[in-house]
């Protein structure tokens, strides 16, 4: 795990105690191991913007909150918590994207902490929701760990315009200033553009890009590892083209490309990252269903929740598919990828 993100749990309030597990394991990264240990976060000391998640977060969630604020200081000036008050809560949740089973289970945590408390006033139980809410979202806050055998391979995959090559480019950034050694895969061979957007990104943060033109995915992507091991690289982060859950055929060639990684580096891919829009409401649970079914996801980047995401969505992914948040989109710039953090969210969306 970086060692910024460390010092950044550390200062993360109450989490639930699954969170604590998760967070709390002590890995060793085998190559932050041989380096000062400092490094790191020196390099978080220099840069104060991988920090400023709340600030940015905030303002990328201000049509968000100003809405959710406005239904629920309406709420919570209602005289009496009763049916018809948990009724009208229900219904704000559903319309932020929250989904049905966790607007179920915030609406009965809250019930339950009201009764505990022997609360009767409706303003006091803001504090209730933002708690049962931090805490589910704890659940899927844990943070990309580099520590396994290198190179470490990051498969991005993702329906079409989601996000994927923007995201490498802000991750690729992330990681360099983590001090590990970047190659980036040039895997969408389906557009011409596709290898050209991801050579400027390539630019932007000095890192060589593998690609090929007319190459079969797979192939590019062999390439890169091979290149890996042999250049002694750290990471190869591998972009591939956006697909629709329904294309099947793209479905089978992605999990292709999963297995001609396999063979390459038998540990690899290590982390199969998801890129899915916020705007897409409900449907961001399907693509993890038929993505995590076909490949086994094991980190969600969730992007534009700068725009007019409603940003309940993560809620659900909580409850429904526990797939781990590595990564939330606050932009288009190289800096606008912020790594994901429960409580500072939950105060996004609500102060
Ligand atoms: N506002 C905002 N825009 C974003 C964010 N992430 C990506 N974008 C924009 O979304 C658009 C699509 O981004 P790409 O990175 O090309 O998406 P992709 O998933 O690689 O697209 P395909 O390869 O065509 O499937 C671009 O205009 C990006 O600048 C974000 O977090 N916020
Ligand atoms: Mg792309």
């Not at 010092?7 to 309030?13: R, S």
């Not at 089973?101 to 945590?109: K, V």
Request: aromatic share 6%.
């Amino acid at each position: 795990m970086f060692e910024f993100l460390k010092k950044l749990i550390k200062k993360t309030p109450a989490k639930s105690n699954k969170i604590k597990k998760l967070t709390s394991k002590k890995s060793t990264p085998m190559l932050l191991a041989s380096k000062p240990k400092a490094i790191a976060s020196v390099v978080a000391e220099k840069k104060p913007g991988l920090f400023s998640f709340g600030e940015k977060i905030k303002v990328g969630l201000t049509k968000t909150r100003e809405k959710l604020g406005a239904q629920l200081i309406e709420l919570f000036h209602a005289k009496k918590i009763d049916e018809s008050f948990y009724e009208d809560l229900e219904m704000i949740l559903l319309s932020s994207d929250v989904g049905i089973a966790a607007t179920n289970m915030l609406i009965d945590n809250v019930k339950f902490s009201v009764k505990q408390n022997k609360v009767t006033d409706p303003s006091k139980l803001k504090s209730f929701l933002k708690l049962h809410l931090t805490e589910l979202l704890a659940t899927i806050e844990q943070p990309l760990s580099i520590n396994q055998t290198y190179p470490f391979v990051i498969m991005v995959v993702g329906v079409n315009g989601t996000g994927k090559t923007t995201s490498i480019g802000k991750l690729t950034k992330l990681l360099i200033e983590d001090k590990h050694k970047i190659l980036i895969a040039a895997g969408d061979t389906f557009r011409a553009a596709a290898s050209e957007q991801l050579a400027v990104w390539g630019e932007r943060n000095d890192v060589q890009v593998i690609s090929q033109s007319n190459g079969d995915p797979s192939a590019v992507i062999f390439d890169a590892v091979t290149s890996a091991k042999a250049k002694n690289i750290d990471v190869v982060i591998a972009d591939t083209a956006g697909r629709l859950p329904t294309q099947k055929h793209l479905i089978d060639e992605i999990t292709k490309i999963k297995r001609v990684i396999n063979k390459c580096h038998n540990h690899a891919p290590q982390e199969i990252l998801l890129v899915i829009d916020a705007n897409t409401g409900q449907n961001a649970i399907n693509q993890l269903k038929i993505f995590d079914a076909a490949l086994g996801i094991t980190g969600i980047i969730i992007t534009k929740l700068d725009g007019t995401a409603k940003g309940g969505v993560l809620a659900a992914i909580a409850k429904e598919l526990p797939v781990p948040i590595r990564f939330i989109g606050v932009g288009e710039g190289i800096d606008d990828l912020r790594i994901f953090n429960a409580a500072d969210y939950v105060e996004a969306m609500f102060e």
